[in-house]
């Protein structure tokens, strides 16, 4: 058993509404200093078996296919420890 | 003078306008309230109305319920004032924990416009007493969000204390217990996914109807008002 | 030739005076859509070489869909065969026209299409062409009220459409829903012609008071130029030109840039904080920012005001730090608008604007010039005089002919095509047409569209034409519908663009309103194929006829060509709008039948017309012969009817016939009312052809038994054909001796096939 977690965030030149808008609401509540804030996804897959090579490049595969709309977001596989 | 219900529109509100028009229809006198005043102008009631507050991107509601006019609203529903949450406005609600739960993805995953049987649950609201316990309304609903959510000890709690104030009788979203609407436990607060706004008119109302069953929230309000201040 | 990409061009800031002082650089104008040609006219208007700033700006500008350059020759006859009317307030070339709908209201709407890009990326692709739609309405000073949206898919069962459509279904939702615009009305058809290159337009409608109508110019020197709205990004940087000169074909390499993402709430805050403005009458001049973004804006402003504006580029705000002006330039960054505002005006202007949380900055100042000047860090960047951009753009007369091939599509009639004979085969035909993915319930689709707020839709999706209540006083209100089909453009396209506007027209005065004015989208192949360009010289000639006949101007619209996969064009698929005005809304007809004895009437003649029809595709899947005969007086007595019948409350219902025949109007009234019909065929019509004709100028209206006489008396005094077909009664469609279908069944085929499809 592992979990691989898999981050989708939009890529970096792509309008992210999301995160202007936290952004936008932080001051009004006293948080200043922040400069930028961009909301992302985080998948946990639980796979049956060992996070190797193997199964990253499936899980790659599905993030490419089915979790992140490669057209405009980005994706990081990672095994957590 | 006629009582006055204030609507608050957030950046985003959608449906204020249409609930200022059911106050009015109504015979109550209709005061647009604004989400960075926090005064509410001698208001007797507030509705807070649908749509999309502050675009609704991190929670739906979740930012709203930290605006002025909502201290303001929050503190006033302490001391009850009646408030009348409408599908954003629920949630906003619930956002500020004046009442429990919250309002997630509908089952179906999509947005769903459609005419909705409901059963009005408990007329003993300020908000419903104009509607017969068990009477079966329609009423539209409109929300991407509107799948009602809360554990299972504060579901029994809302059943047990009879704070369910509708249910779907064809849940279109999964919600829990089919619940639409529920009350805090004084009565005065009341959250509502379905728009009783937009079932107030023969021309607009659900087709091919009952059209205006919503009409009663607003005249149950106004009733309780003027019996208050009588 | 250098690296394409325009960011390359502008590692140093190409200035004026660097580029007079260096005529031989090479630029990559060819990259940039600019062909040689226009290069040398760019460089004999200014004199030297363009700086890189000055070719962006030419290449966004000139492009096909900025400049309509080879659609302006044939676009012309909208003009010089425009009916004359005095209701006409504003005609094409502004961002949309407006009409006076009486009393002191003025009712503005327009068409546009989104096509490539929602096909790249259909929830963003459709979600920002309602954006661009409904600033093209706010900018002209209005309220935007509604929006509708028709649109053209691939097959409903190929695996691309099952992308495309929930994408492009939720995108028009999710924007248009988070707007608080009702969706009251369009179309969803599907056909292999449309793989590849699906239709997204999508239109949109406003209403303001008459005297407080905006035009996007900026006059009066030392008017203050102000961006606000959302920070300007790379996005979709080069769409204007690239998006849609590009076409899909996988051989080439695929010039896709990167997607537009709209905001909607920020387009929410930003047409509330407009209309604030607006009322206070803030602004001189003001323009969205749309396709060519900043280059389109400052151009048409300057080009129809005083003629000159100086602009301070680097003071606009940027969502990334990193752009160089070229890009700036060409960004298609959303929710973004330009107002021209006088000195005394600014503050209070900038008050409203933070009311709403909106960013605004003064760029810029209006000038006597007749020169566009924009600076970048104090060095001049562009200097050209706005009107070449902006009106002088080229101007193509594309050769075209009649295709080789028409005359064979037109003789392969339908009449050869084995047709149902028994009562079973008809019933199953009805089945069949009824359950049909052009045909179906498509209430999947707009139950995800809010067709109710703003609480002033008084008939929406399922009903003939949307309608909208404009004063709650008088009743006074809109109707609007939309309506193209490809397949008869295709047999003929002079009389499919007719047959367009035709059933637009019929279909607003189904409703009791009266048709008043058009919006058109048309949706072509490539311009450089003779065979299509020949195709659009057709079909904006019989819809300019079409107009001049029918007393409604083309108020605007949009042009999109390259819809194309390889030498593969679409139908040609002009799409038209039309707009009615009624003066009480509570007199509207409904299509549902609902009044238990109530007596059906056909109105209109029928004959043997399947060329195109939805028969034809969806049981043989052919297409060929002539498309159904177009009458325009007659659509123009059948509509007076129709209106009258609404007006004097004779009516109980009214269904235009169209798509799938007399039949398929009756299935959808009955099941709409949840009651069903006994229909008694005239006798001298082969049952198949009553039933699945596809004969233009008809309608079936329901009125109770004691307005019978009154209603068949007008009609006959007006010579309209009518002929009692039936009555409202049972539950089920009967068609006597031949079949009958209970509702149950035929509510269970029609609606059943888009949950089946994309539930």
Known sequence: MARVVVDVMLKPEILDPQGQAVQRALPRLGFDGVVDVRQGKRFEVELDGPADEAALARVREMAEKLLANTVIEEFDVRVEA | ?230 | ?759
């Open chain 2, 1 to 230: 003078m006629a009582p006055a219900i204030g609507v608050v529109t957030f950046p985003g509100s959608q449906d204020d306008q249409d609930a200022l028009r059911a106050v009015r229809l109504s015979g109550a006198s209709a005061v647009p309230l604004w989400h960075r005043d926090p005064d509410l102008h001698g208001v007797d009631a507030v509705v807070l109305p649908g749509g999309f507050s502050y675009g609704d991107y991190l929670r739906a509601g979740a930012i709203a319920r930290f605006s002025p006019v909502m201290e303001s609203v929050i503190a006033g529903a302490r001391d009850g004032l009646p408030v009348l949450g409408i599908c954003n406005g629920f949630q906003v609600l619930c956002e500020s924990h004046l009442l429990p739960g919250a309002l997630i993805r509908n089952g179906g995953m999509l947005f769903v416009n459609r005419d909705e049987r409901l059963r009005v649950e408990s007329a003993s609201t300020v908000w419903t007493a104009d509607y017969a316990p068990g009477q079966e309304i329609v009423i539209p609903i409109k929300n991407g969000e509107g799948r009602y959510t809360a554990d299972e000890r504060t579901l029994d709690a809302l059943e047990a204390e009879g704070r369910v104030i509708a249910r779907y009788l064809d849940n279109p979203n999964g919600s829990a217990r089919d619940i639409a609407g529920i009350a805090n436990a004084e009565g005065n607060v009341v959250g509502l996914m379905p728009h009783p706004e937009h079932a107030v008119e023969e021309l607009t109302g659900p087709y091919p109807g009952p059209a205006t069953d919503g009409l009663p929230f607003f005249t149950s309000i106004l009733k309780h008002l003027v019996s208050v201040s009588a």
């Open chain 3, 1 to 759: 030739m250098s690296d394409p990409s325009p960011a390359t061009v502008a590692h140093t800031v190409d200035s004026v005076e660097n580029a007079a002082a260096t005529p031989d650089v090479e630029q990559p104008y060819e990259a940039l859509g600019v062909k040689p040609d226009e290069y040398a006219r760019i460089r004999d208007l200014l004199g030297r070489r363009p700086t890189s700033s000055e070719l962006a700006m030419y290449s966004v500008m000139w492009s096909e869909h900025c400049s309509y350059k080879s659609s302006k020759i044939h676009l012309k006859q909208f003009g010089e065969k425009a009916p004359d009317v005095d209701f006409l307030l504003v005609g094409p070339g502004e961002n949309a026209g407006v009409v006076d709908v009486g009393g002191d209201l003025a009712v503005t709407f327009k068409i546009e299409s989104h096509n490539h890009p929602s096909y790249v990326e259909p929830y963003q692709g459709a979600a920002t062409g309602v954006g661009g739609i409904v600033r093209d309405i706010l900018t002209m000073g209005a309220r935007p009220i509604a929006v509708m949206d028709p649109l053209r898919f691939g097959p409903a069962d190929a695996p691309d459409t099952h992308r495309v459509l929930p994408g492009v279904v939720r995108g028009i939702g999710g924007y248009g829903n988070s707007l608080g615009l009702p969706n009251i009305g369009g179309e969803v058809v599907f056909d292999a012609c449309y793989a590849g290159n699906p239709l997204v337009n999508a239109l949109a409608v406003g209403v303001m008071r008459k005297s407080e109508i905006k035009l996007a110019q900026a006059h009066g020197p030392g008017n203050k130029v102000v961006l606000f709205g959302a920070r300007t990004g790379g996005d979709g940087i080069g769409g204007a030109s690239v998006l849609a000169s590009a076409t899909f074909d996988e051989d080439k390499p695929a010039k896709r840039p990167s997607v537009q993402v709209g905001d909607p709430f920020m387009e929410k805050v930003l047409i509330e904080c407009c209309l604030e403005i607006f009322a206070e009458d803030l602004v001189v001049g003001i323009q969205d920012l749309g396709a060519a973004g900043l280059s389109c804006a400052t151009t048409e402003l300057a080009a129809a005001g005083t003629g000159g504006m100086d602009v301070q580029l680097d003071l606009a705000p940027l969502r990334d730090a990193t752009l160089v002006p070229e890009e700036i330039l060409m960004s298609e960054s959303q929710e973004r608008m330009m107002a021209v505002v006088t000195p005394a005006n600014v503050a209070r202007f900038f008050e409203l604007c933070e009311k709403w949380d909106v960013t605004a900055t003064v760029i810029g100042t209006v000038t006597e010039t007749g020169r566009l000047r924009m600076t970048w860090h104090g060095a001049t960047i562009v200097d050209v005089d706005p009107k070449t951009l902006a009106h002088q753009g080229p101007v193509y007369e594309r050769p075209y002919h009649r295709p080789s091939w028409q005359d064979a599509l037109q003789a392969a009639t339908p009449d050869t095509l084995s047709r149902p004979k028994t009562g079973d085969e008809l019933r199953e035909t009805v089945l069949k047409l009824a359950a049909g993915p052009n045909l179906a319930d498509k209430s999947w689709v707009v139950q995800q569209y809010d067709h109710r707020v703003r609480g002033n839709t008084v008939l929406a999706h399922g009903e003939d034409s949307g309608m909208l209540r404009l004063d709650e006083s008088t009743g006074l209100g809109v109707a609007l519908a939309t309506d193209g089909n490809g397949r008869y453009t295709k047999l003929d396209p002079y009389s499919g663009a007719q047959l367009a506007l035709a059933e637009a027209y019929r279909n607003v005065a189904a409703t009791g309103a009266r048709p008043l004015a058009v919006t058109d989208c048309l949706n072509f192949g490539s311009p450089e194929d003779p065979a299509v360009m020949w195709q659009f010289a057709e079909a904006t000639r019989g819809l300019a006829d079409a107009c001049q006949i029918l007393g409604t101007p083309v108020t605007g619209g949009n042009v999109s060509f390259y819809n194309q996969t390889g030498e593969a064009a679409i139908h040609p698929t002009p799409i038209v709008g039309v707009l009615g005005v009624i003066d009480d809304v509570t007199r509207r007809t409904r299509s549902a039948f609902t009044g238990e004895g109530d007596i059906l009437l056909l109105l209109g003649d029928t004959r043997d017309e399947f060329g195109g029809s939805e028969w034809a595709h969806q049981v043989h899947g052919h297409l060929g012969g002539l498309p159904p005969k177009v009458d325009l007086e007659r659509e123009r007595l059948l509509a007076e009817v129709l209106i009258a019948g609404s007006r004097d409350g004779m009516l109980s219902a009214a269904h235009d016939l169209s798509d799938g025949g007399l039949i398929q109007a009756v299935v959808e009234s009955a099941l709409r009312g949840d009651m069903g019909v006994r229909i008694v065929l005239p006798g001298d019509l082969d049952p198949f052809v009553a039933l699945f004709s596809e004969s233009a100028g008809r309608a079936v209206v329901a009125l109770p038994r004691s307005e019978e006489l009154r209603f068949t008396d007008m009609c006959r005094f007006r010579g309209l054909p009518v002929a009692r077909i039936g009555v409202v009664d049972g539950g089920a469609v009967e068609v006597q001796g031949q079949f009958s279908i209970p509702l149950g069944e035929l509510r269970e085929a029609h609606t059943g096939t888009f949950p089946a499809l994309f539930g």
